[in-house]
């Protein structure tokens, strides 16, 4: 649940990136309902590539973003570490499922003041897209790793190509990348250079893998994808692409086995600070 206001290095700018106030208000019925039924379709992956990576006792953890907490409670719960900094402009989701070793920050991470400590571990999951300055935030997240510590940042990938048979799926799912770059400033077409960006700020043994969850009726990722088409209506009748009715019959395919193009990808890149 990342969002972006004008900030003193340029990683904010106005009228764009306004992620929560404009299109998935924290304060909607049901936003946290929404939230974890993307937890549930991508934090099995994001805790097994975390695991891979080492997490463990006596990491010390930044998650930023952190949405209803979902990825902090289980590095704790699972992996063991010994403390998360979980971290979101919006905390109420977070303070609503306190746990032991969790601390909760509301703060904005694109402000010049920005400066919690370093940490093992940092970690943002669908944040950088949102954001107007990637690069910058990159930049800034690694400078947050102690000496030895791992950056891994995860974002969507839009596999709705040129190439993809014209579905009410497909036409849906551009019509939603497309209004959400225009109204709040979500832009997925640079995630595929995120581990470039990981080398640039000078991390090292970057790598990165995709995942691809399967539409299913009735699936987290199906639900969750009917749920934000839903919240985000005006944004993607107003680009001409789909109206109501054709917005209609995407979500009952969604709930259908007719329903067989491939969910937005996530791609998770990592890299590590020298030791030295």
Do not use: N
Request: charged share 20%.
């Amino acid at each position: 649940m990342a969002d972006t206001v004008p900030s003193p290095d340029g990683a904010g700018s106005p009228g764009r990136g306004r992620y929560g106030e404009q299109v998935f208000r924290p304060d909607r019925q049901g936003e946290a309902d929404r939230i974890d039924l993307g937890a549930l379709a991508y934090d099995d992956t994001t805790m097994a590539r975390l695991r891979a990576l080492g997490a463990g006792p006596g990491w010390t953890c930044l998650d930023v973003g952190a949405g209803t907490g979902t990825v902090a409670r289980r590095l704790l719960a699972e992996a063991e570490v010994a403390g998360v900094l979980a971290v979101d402009r919006d905390v109420r989701f977070l303070a609503s499922h306190p746990v032991p070793g969790l601390t909760v920050l509301q703060a904005d991470v694109t402000a010049g003041d920005f400066a919690p400590g370093l940490f093992r571990l940092v970690h943002a999951r669908f944040v950088l897209m949102h954001l107007p300055s990637p690069q910058r935030m990159v930049a800034r997240l690694s400078r947050l790793l102690a000496p030895g510590g791992v950056l891994v940042v995860s974002d969507a990938v839009d596999l709705t190509t040129a190439s993809a048979p014209r579905t009410p799926y497909t036409r849906a799912m551009r019509a939603m990348w497309e209004g959400l770059r225009d109204s709040i400033g979500t832009d997925v077409s640079l995630v595929p250079r995120h581990p470039e960006l990981l080398r640039e700020a000078g991390l090292e043994g970057v790598a990165a893998e995709i995942h691809v969850p399967p539409l299913l009726p009735g699936s987290p990722i199906s639900r969750f994808w009917a749920d934000t088409w839903e919240r985000a209506r005006g944004a993607m009748v107003g680009t001409g692409l789909v109206d109501d009715a054709e917005l209609d019959e995407a979500v009952r395919c969604l709930a259908s086995s007719r329903c067989t193009g491939l969910s937005p990808g996530m791609l998770t890149a990592w890299g590590w600070k020298s030791p030295a």
